[in-house]
Structures are given as structure tokens and as C-alpha cells.
């Protein structure tokens, strides 16, 4: 089964990679400059020229301030490319999973996001990605959209890596504690593509396909986030880095963030009885092999 996955160099695409690889399954990305999903005309050869069998399409522009002011090429990148992508699954007779963002919600909701709540971004990234998930139900019924959130890895750019970054040089890093997320692994949201676009290719039944949620189990604030990488660091030791909680007003940013947007993943769990592990547990493996150290084990 040939498995293509749009993107080079990102988190998901190269974290598929990766798994895809051990598993002994065949993973061909399509990325720059063989393909500029800001230009649909560029897609189809290359796409077709792959000879999938299943499309995870998981590049996107991902630059969530930069967009407020690239509003146009967002849109292209992650609306019409997207559309594209599925005119052309469509074409082949063959599923697309797509990947898509928490940050399609506007973040009022007291509890998590089912997949039935009604989107409201509140930036122009959440704007661009819902507008691809539009696209995509309009081209093919035989799609799988995966929102999932937060996501790191020990790949690209990522919250982490930030914070080791930023760590490196301060004793002490200021952090909203008022937005509630739920920080997902690149690797286990591999695991779960992998094994998702299995199941489309051998099973038609529609109740596979659809919008769903997908995310590390638990939640945290980025606040709550950035002390954990600190005490995974500092358990391989790394520098004691502090973290102050501070409001969303004190870090004043282009793009507006939803203040919650922490997600179900029920639906996942009934449909493809598949759960993504505890976002601690992953991060533990980031920091691992991000450090080259593994954590003491606790007596
Ligand atoms: N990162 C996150 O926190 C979250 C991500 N998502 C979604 O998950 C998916 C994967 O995210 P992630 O792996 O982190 O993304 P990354 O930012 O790590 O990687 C994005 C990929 O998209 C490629 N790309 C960007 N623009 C274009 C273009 N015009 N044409 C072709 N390829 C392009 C990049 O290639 P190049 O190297 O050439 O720039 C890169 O390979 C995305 O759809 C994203 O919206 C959802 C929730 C959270
Ligand atoms: C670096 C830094 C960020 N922050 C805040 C800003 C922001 O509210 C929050 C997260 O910052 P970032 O800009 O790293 O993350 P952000 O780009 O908002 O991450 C988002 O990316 C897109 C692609 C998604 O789809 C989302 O799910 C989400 O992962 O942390 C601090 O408070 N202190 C800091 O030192």
C-alpha cells in the first residue's frame, strides 16, 4: 500500500516517516518544490505521478501570527490547497485524511469540543484551516478529518523546542496560564494516521469517515506545559528554568488564541477504538530523544 503524505520537513509528515518505515509500509512525501499548495495547479501531477493509494494531507501554513498579515497565501495553503487535494482523491477513487486544528473553535465553551460543536475561529489561521475542512467535504465523501492540537515533537518548530531555546538563556519565562489545550505528539498522531488510512483503504463503510478529534489524553494550560518540559529537562539535567503564570493580556500577540480548547477524543475511541496516550507519557519520549538522556526511573 503506497501511503503519500504532502510536506518534507514538518512535524507530522516526517514523523510519519519515520513510523511508517519501521512498520514496513511504504510513505512517499510530496512537498516543496514539486508541489506549492498555494498553487492547486501545481498538485495534480506530482500527486498522481505518486500512484497512492491513500493521501494524508498534512502540510499546511502553520505560522498562526504570520497569517494575520499573509491572509490571502494562508488561505490558499490551507483552504483551496486542501480543496484540491480531495478533487484529486476523488479523481483516483481513493480516501484523503486531512489534518485540521483546535483553533477552528473560538474557545467559549466551558467543557471540551465534540466534533458536533459549531466552529468559530478567532484568527486568521482557525479561519484558513476550517475553510479547508469545508473545501474537503464538498469535494469527496471519502475523507477523514483529523483535528488535533498543540502538537510537538522532536521534529521542526514546536512549543518544546521553544521553550528549551528560550531556557537555554533565562532563569525564568513568562507563560499564559489562561488558555487550556490539550499538547499532542507528532509520533502518536503518526500512529494513529497510519493506522486510520488502513482501515479507509480496506473498509467504505461511511461511518469511518467524517470530522474527529485528536489529541494527547489530559490537558494542561501553556503555563502547565512549559513547568513540565522544565521538569523533564531538569530530571535529565538540564537547567532549573521557572515559570511564571501569567494572563493572556501580558502576552500580547497578532493572532487572538482560543482560551480553551481542549478536545474529545470519545468519537475516536468508539469508531476506530483507538485512544492517543497521556500527553506526560509522550512528552517524556520527546525529551528523551531530544536530550539523548531518559528520566531516572522513580524508586
Ligand atoms: N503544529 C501544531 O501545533 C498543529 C498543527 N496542526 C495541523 O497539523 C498539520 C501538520 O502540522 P505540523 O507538522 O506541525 O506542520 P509544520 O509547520 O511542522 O510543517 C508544515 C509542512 O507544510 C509544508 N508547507 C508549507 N507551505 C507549503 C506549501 N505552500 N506547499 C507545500 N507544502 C507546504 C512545509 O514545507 P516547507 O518545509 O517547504 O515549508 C512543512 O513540510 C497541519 O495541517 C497543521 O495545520 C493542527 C493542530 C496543531
Ligand atoms: C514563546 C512563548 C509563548 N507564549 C504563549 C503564546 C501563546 O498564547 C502560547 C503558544 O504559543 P505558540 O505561538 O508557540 O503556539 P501557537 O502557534 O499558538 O500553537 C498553535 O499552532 C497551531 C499551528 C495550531 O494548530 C494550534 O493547535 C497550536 O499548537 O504560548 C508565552 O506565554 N510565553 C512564551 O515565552
Known amino acids: ?32 518544490p514539486e508541489i506549492d499548495l498555494s498553487k492547486p495547479e501545481t498538485l495534480s501531477g506530482p500527486m498522481k505521478a ?9 502540510a499546511a501554513y ?21 480543496g484540491e487535494l480531495a478533487k484529486i482523491a476523488a479523481e483516483l477513487n481513493i480516501p484523503l485524511l486531512h489534518l485540521s486544528t483546535d483553533y477552528v473553535f473560538s474557545g467559549d465553551k466551558d467543557g471540551v469540543y465534540s466534533e458536533g460543536d459549531a466552529p468559530g475561529p478567532v484568527s486568521v489561521y482557525g479561519m484558513t484551516k476550517l475553510s479547508g475542512e469545508t473545501q474537503i ?15 510537538y515533537s522532536p521534529y521542526g518548530n514546536n512549543f518544546v523546542k521553544t521553550m528549551l531555546r528560550l531556557g537555554e538563556t533565562r532563569d525564568e519565562l513568562n507563560v499564559v496560564a489562561d488558555q487550556r489545550g490539550c499538547p499532542t505528539y507528532a509520533l502518536e498522531i503518526a500512529r494513529a494516521l497510519l493506522l486510520i488510512a488502513q482501515k479507509l483503504v480496506a473498509d467504505p463503510d461511511p461511518a469511518l469517515r467524517g470530522i474527529f478529534h485528536l489529541t494527547g489524553q489530559g490537558e494542561t494550560t501553556w503555563a502547565g506545559f ?67 538522556v531518559a528520566a531516572p526511573v522513580k524508586e
Not at 18 to 31: D, F, N, T
Not at 258 to 282: F, M, Q
Open 1 to 32: 500500500m503506497r501511503i503519500v503524505v504532502t510536506g518534507k520537513e514538518g512535524q507530522v509528515d516526517t514523523a510519519a516517516q519515520a513510523l511508517g518505515e519501521s512498520l514496513g509500509l511504504e510513505i512517499i512525501r510530496v512537498g516543496r
Open 226 to 292: 512549559a513547568e513540565a518540559i522544565f521538569e523533564g529537562s531538569a530530571l535529565r539535567g538540564g537547567k532549573a528554568v521557572r515559570v511564571n503564570p501569567i494572563p493572556t493580556e501580558a502576552y500580547p500577540t497578532p493572532a487572538k488564541r482560543p482560551a480553551n480548547s481542549r478536545l474529545s477524543g470519545e468519537k475516536l475511541a468508539e469508531v476506530y477504538n483507538l485512544r492517543l496516550d497521556p500527553w506526560r507519557v509522550s512528552l517524556d519520549d520527546c525529551l528523551t530523544r531530544l536530550t539523548g
Open 62 to 82: 502553520t505560522a498562526v501570527d504570520k497569517a494575520e498579515s499573509e491572509a490571502a497565501l494562508a488561505q490558499a495553503i490551507n483552504g483551496e490547497g486542501p
Open 50 to 58: 505518486a500512484r497512492p493509494d491513500v493521501i494524508i494531507s498534512s
Open 137 to 151: 467535504a464538498a469535494a469527496t465523501p471519502n475523507h477523514v478529518i483529523l483535528r488535533t492540537a498543540w502538537v
